[in-house]
């Protein structure tokens, strides 16, 4: 059974920082394409970052591009997502997903597509 397991949310001050994890476990993560998406309060989930299975690629939604970095490590299983010079803008449930993509990354921020998501990781932006 596939599941992905975020953890590292949680509340920091604004122009803070965090680091997100997601990890796998029923499945090796080498042939998926790993993307974070958030959804704040009353607004649609928005997509975030991707990186392809062999982190060579990767693609960021606008309002994040210059400040958040997503890695991966398949030998242990899991990707990450870095949140630098975080804003209140930036509070939201943060979700990783996985989709079956060999080395290419979706063009499209398309939640629909995705094989498994994690249960989410609460991340507050607040003085």
């Known amino acids: 059974q596939l599941q992905l397991v975020e953890s590292g949310g949680g509340l920091v001050q604004p122009g803070g920082s965090l680091r997100l994890s997601c990890a796998a476990s029923?499945?090796?993560?080498?042939?998926?394409?790993i993307g974070w998406f958030r959804q704040a309060p009353g607004k649609e989930r928005e997509g975030v970052a991707y990186i392809s299975s062999s982190g060579r690629a990767t693609k960021y939604g606008d309002s994040v591009k210059g400040r958040f970095t997503i890695s991966r490590d398949n030998a242990k299983n899991t990707a990450y997502l870095q949140l630098n010079n975080l804003n209140p803008e930036d509070t939201a449930i943060y979700f990783c997903?996985?989709?079956?993509?060999?080395?290419?990354?979706?063009?499209?921020?398309?939640?629909?597509?995705?094989?498994?998501w994690g249960q989410g990781t609460q991340v507050t932006v607040s003085s």
């Open positions: 997903a996985s989709i079956e993509l060999v080395d290419i990354i979706p063009i499209l921020w398309d939640c629909s597509v995705h094989d498994a």
């Open positions: 029923g499945f090796t993560l080498d042939h998926y394409a």
